[in-house]
């Protein structure tokens, strides 16, 4: 599930590492606890990924949704 989510975090992106964080909370705390996006709980309307969490959703929406 969490891979996912991650995947289509990416398919969100803007501003260069920013994406619209309307997805599950728990999936969304989930992947911030292992450090790939920003915390959700705040007033911003997107999560931001650090630099291990964008490679990762890059590779994971390839994965799941190819090219």
């Known amino acids: 599930?969490?891979?996912?989510?991650l995947a289509l975090l990416?398919?969100?992106l803007?501003?260069?590492?920013?994406?619209?964080?309307?997805?599950?909370?728990?999936a969304?705390?989930?992947l911030h606890a292992q450090g790939l996006i920003s915390?959700?709980?705040s007033r911003a309307k997107s999560v931001r990924?650090?630099?291990d969490g964008l490679?990762?959703?890059r590779a994971r929406f390839h994965e799941l949704f190819g090219d």
């Open 39 to 41: 915390d959700p709980a």
């Open 55 to 57: 490679e990762l959703a």
């Open 10 to 12: 990416y398919l969100g």
């Open 14 to 26: 803007h501003d260069g590492d920013r994406a619209w964080k309307s997805f599950d909370w728990s």
């Open 28 to 30: 969304l705390d989930r």
């Open 1 to 5: 599930m969490d891979r996912a989510v």
């Open 49 to 51: 990924f650090t630099e």
